[in-house]
């Protein structure tokens, strides 16, 4: 969701003021590199902790069902999918639950409201309207951004430049200041969507988006973004128990993820969102450090084998350092194996693999359709196995066949791709 939209692909014209860029989020005004005040030591504003709240969890497209899912099973409430993403209720706590406990959601937005928005006027009315000075302060750091495909609201730049202008004129008229513009590692960012004549303006409460968990230092080529790790390994049917390969692992982060299930590890558990820059933080800073240590209390020790491979000997130097990074390099057996060769698992497991392939590897080329025919013969080689794997359809059908268990389309970045899930059952 954060990635695209019709809106973002234009660039507005912005009437005065500072100019947006083109994926709708305004440009910095911020020094490089000066400091930004910390949610801690920021002015306090007033928020009710116990309030109830409407929030948005994004999701990449294919994939909102494995989010439902992974929402219900964690205890949310009003869980219902939407195109993009799922939505679900209740106090601040749960947004900075969502944050710290899911794998597969992309951002957590709080709705601040939604409003019937016909042009720029309305829109900034509309901003007006909101609980602005909840959340916002002069001194702490702002950034708008916009996604439409109104009629008109057609720029999503104008857009974000007409609700930055909202904001900072509220912020004028209340302190007699207004805070600085800072795209990079902004302290509060609104999220506004317009559709139909209707504008949905949210709060991001997650900052840097979630697959961005900290622990991949070192990338290979292709790395798979760490919440389509985490739904391959969710929707494989392994229950964290038995063993688990990956035998095409370059920077590890399958294994990874499937280790920090495994452990019942809060992926977000050793970093920082950006609700903690909010100047709202204060009124909620104790149920953090609760949730936090609530999370730390919940890990436990790792009992199923997970072993990662690569005949490539620097993705192996890249998982093992990426998977001590994690916290989990002692619990990942990681070596430089040849999948085309792969053996079997001790009493079946489960295989998961993000095999070559992209927009420079044309799915047609002959080297690569050889590929996925060695290593799915040795893979079918093995009854008593699953198979979980991402790639374009043509090539998942060429080592596999054609009837899955179950599968899901989606993009991995610009290609559209499937995850797949094949039983070996028989063998063949
Ligand atoms: C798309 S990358 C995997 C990226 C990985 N999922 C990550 O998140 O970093 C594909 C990997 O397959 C490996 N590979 C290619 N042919 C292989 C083979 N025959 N046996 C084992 N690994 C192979 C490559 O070295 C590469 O690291």
């Avoid at 702490?140 to 996604?147: D, T």
């Avoid at 590692?185 to 988006?209: C, I, K, Q, S």
């Avoid at 080529?221 to 919440?227: F, I, V, Y």
Wanted: glycine share 12%; charged share 25%.
């Amino acid at each position: 969701m954060s990635g695209s939209g019709q809106g973002r692909k234009r660039r507005g014209k912005p009437p005065r003021g500072r100019a947006a860029n083109q994926s709708g989020r305004l440009g910095s005004n911020r020094r490089q590199g000066a400091p930004s005040p910390r949610g801690g030591g920021q002015p306090p504003t007033e928020i009710d902790p116990e309030a109830p709240r409407r929030f948005l969890a994004t999701a990449a497209r294919g994939t909102e069902e494995v989010l439902r899912d992974e929402l219900v099973s964690l205890g949310f409430g009003g869980v219902a999918t939407v195109p993009g993403g799922v939505r679900f209720d209740g106090r601040i706590t749960d947004g900075m639950r969502a944050c710290l406990w899911l794998r597969t959601a992309g951002r957590i937005l709080m709705s601040l409201g939604e409003s019937r928005v016909r042009g720029p006027d309305q829109l900034y009315d509309a901003v007006r309207a909101l609980p602005l000075t909840d959340w916002y302060h002069p001194k702490a750091s702002i950034a708008v951004f916009a996604r439409t495909s109104d009629p008109h609201l057609r720029h999503s730049g104008f857009t974000a430049l007409k609700t930055k202008d909202a904001i900072v004129d509220a912020m004028r008229d209340v302190h007699g200041r207004r805070p600085d513009v800072d795209t990079k590692r902004p302290d509060v960012t609104m999220v506004v969507h317009v559709r139909d004549g209707r504008a949905r303006f949210y709060l991001e409460v997650n900052g840097a988006p979630l697959n961005q968990r900290g622990y991949r230092k070192r990338d290979v080529e292709a790395p798979l973004k760490e919440t389509l790790a985490a739904t391959m390994i969710l929707m494989s049917g392994w229950a964290g128990s038995g063993p688990i390969h990956d035998p095409m692992c370059g920077s590890g982060t399958l294994a990874i993820e499937a280790a920090l299930i495994a452990a019942n590890r809060a992926p977000g558990l050793e970093r920082e969102f950006g609700f903690q820059r909010w100047p709202a933080f204060g009124a909620i800073e104790t149920r953090w450090a609760a949730l936090r240590e609530d999370a730390a209390s919940k890990c436990r020790s790792i009992r199923a084998p997970i072993m990662a491979s690569d005949i490539d000997g620097s993705a192996v130097m890249a998982a093992r350092a990426n998977a001590h990074n994690a916290g989990v390099g002692d619990r990942i057996m990681i070596r430089k194996a040849d999948a085309r060769e792969i053996g079997p698992l001790l009493g079946g497991g489960t295989f998961v693999l993000n095999p070559p392939y992209g927009e420079r590897l044309a799915s047609d080329d002959p080297m690569l359709g050889k590929l996925y025919d060695r290593f799915g013969a040795a893979m079918r080689a093995h009854p008593g196995h699953h198979v979980t794997l991402i790639a374009p359809q043509a090539l998942i059908t060429r080592a596999f066949g054609d009837s899955p268990l179950h599968h899901i389309d989606v993009r991995n970045g610009k290609i559209p791709c499937r995850i797949a899930t094949f039983a070996t059952s028989d063998g063949r």
